[in-house]
């Protein structure tokens, strides 16, 4: 499974992005960047995660640091999917 790839599918799906996530890289800036990841988006990106790739997000688990870039967010599931 290519996580970048799965992430970026989910980015899109979650926040309407209408394909313009096509474009992210893993230096892609997300959290205050992107208008449309707001808090609401944030949990629904999170059940997101749990549900594509089969792991549980812990509240205290969860910082803002883990949605500053798309390659940040690729390194938190990848530690939940090794972990």
Do not use: C, H, Q, W
């Not at 799965?6 to 979650?14: G, H, M, Q, R």
């Amino acid at each position: 499974m290519n996580t970048l790839k799965e992430i970026i599918s989910l980015l899109d799906e979650v926040l309407s992005l209408n394909g313009r996530a096509a474009g992210f890289t893993p230096d892609t800036p997300l959290l205050g960047a992107i208008p449309e990841l707001d808090s609401m988006a944030v949990v629904a990106l999170i059940t997101g995660f749990e549900e594509r790739f089969g792991f549980i997000v812990d509240d205290d688990e969860i910082e803002g640091s883990t949605f500053a870039t798309v390659g940040s967010l690729v390194e938190f599931v990848d530690a939940k999917l090794v972990g």
